[in-house]
């Protein structure tokens, strides 16, 4: 099993559908990190959580740490947030003074108009 | 700033070959990280550095591969020899601040296409 499982692999969806993709982890985090690759291959960082919630315009992300999973909303879909979105995990500090980055193996969005 | 700059943007080496992957952080950036990414494994840390020091090699597959970051403006990933499986894109990520953890921005090269025959 993966330390870290994203859901679903792939998503197909019409224009202006509110979009769901999920996290879960299995290791203990001190963060959580939400990409974007579009598909000409760029990464973008969309959001760091660590708690809560947090909001950039029409995304949305969440975490809940008693459950291990976070979740990423998009509202009002449109066809540009066509791309895969990946999920990594920070995780605690090592005794080395180390953090190990782990990534989900990411979620391809579709987005018809 | 021109972002994180990765060279060269596409590389094809013969088995054997020894390959050096180039990436420029973004100045300021006290954190540089460097990725592989493969359809069968996803998108993988294998190494990175905080003010030029190594701090996690762990994710290194094997003694081929070496990084290096002789100075705050430059990192270089090498592998000799090449094998076909080698075969990724290979991306270069810097921030900033207190690292990854701790700071929402995190910027990414364009990434090398490398392809071993």
């Known amino acids: 099993k993966n330390e870290v499982e994203q859901s679903p692999q792939n998503l197909t969806a019409q224009e202006g559908e509110f979009i769901t993709i999920n996290c879960s982890y299995s290791?203990?985090?001190?963060?959580l990190h939400w990409l974007q690759q579009h598909p000409g291959g760029g990464i973008v960082s969309l959001f760091m959580l660590s708690s809560g919630k947090k909001k950039h315009g029409r995304l949305i992300a969440t975490i809940n740490i008693q459950e291990k999973h976070s979740s990423l909303h998009i509202t009002a879909s449109h066809p540009r947030d066509s791309a895969v979105y990946i999920c990594?995990?920070?995780?605690?500090?090592?005794?080395?003074?180390?953090?190990?980055?782990?990534f989900g193996q990411g979620t391809r969005l579709t987005i018809n108009p | 700033d021109a972002g994180v700059i990765q060279s060269p943007r596409h590389e094809v080496t013969e088995m054997g070959q020894e390959v050096t992957l180039r990436c420029k952080p973004i100045?300021?950036?006290?954190?540089l990280f460097w990725y592989r990414q493969t359809m069968m494994r996803g998108l993988e840390l294998l190494i990175y550095f905080n003010n030029n020091v190594p701090i996690d090699d762990s994710g290194m597959p094997e003694d081929r591969f070496s990084a290096k970051m002789p100075n705050a403006s430059f990192s270089t990933l090498k592998i000799q020899p090449s094998e076909p499986r080698d075969s990724a894109v290979y991306f270069c990520a810097s921030t900033y601040e207190h690292g990854w953890g701790q700071s929402p921005e995190a910027f990414f090269g364009q990434g090398t296409r490398l392809t071993v025959v």
């Open positions: 990594a995990v920070l995780g605690a500090w090592t005794i080395q003074g180390a953090q190990k980055l782990v």
């Open positions: 100045s300021g950036h006290d954190y």
């Open positions: 290791v203990g985090i001190s963060a």
